[in-house]
């Protein structure tokens, strides 16, 4: 059974920065990509950033590129997503999540933590 949990939210003024960390675990593939996703009250989720561990590649939604970024920590299936110049649109719960590659498609990511909260006031 997949485990994650996302941690690092809290409240934070605009143009502020915070860091999620996600771990995860009870996953099958020693190739993986773990994405942070995120959803604002009374909106889809979409999907933020992905990482895939095959070669560390990256992709990022463009409304957080130049802002955002997803890195590998030292431990095992450890994932940071390092957010600057937060906007208030950002605010929502992130969510990350891990597949055996980064699926463009929300869909396809079926394994979710509890999320954590980011607030972001202007």
């Known amino acids: 059974e997949v485990q994650l949990v996302e941690s690092g939210g809290g409240l934070v003024q605009a143009g502020g920065s915070l860091r999620l960390s996600c771990t995860v675990s009870?996953?099958?593939?020693?190739?993986?990509?773990i994405g942070w996703f995120r959803q604002a009250p009374g909106k889809e989720r979409e999907g933020v950033a992905c990482?895939?561990?095959?070669?560390?590649?990256?992709n990022y939604a463009d409304s957080v590129k130049g802002r955002f970024t997803i890195s590998s920590g030292d431990a095992k299936n450890t994932v940071f997503l390092q957010m600057n110049n937060l906007k208030p649109e950002d605010t929502a719960v992130y969510f990350c999540s891990v597949e055996d590659r980064c699926y463009s498609a929300v869909y396809y990511w079926r394994s979710w933590g509890q999320g954590t909260q980011v607030t972001v006031s202007s």
């Open positions: 990482i895939s561990s095959s070669d560390g590649s990256t």
């Open positions: 009870g996953f099958p593939w020693d190739d993986y990509a």
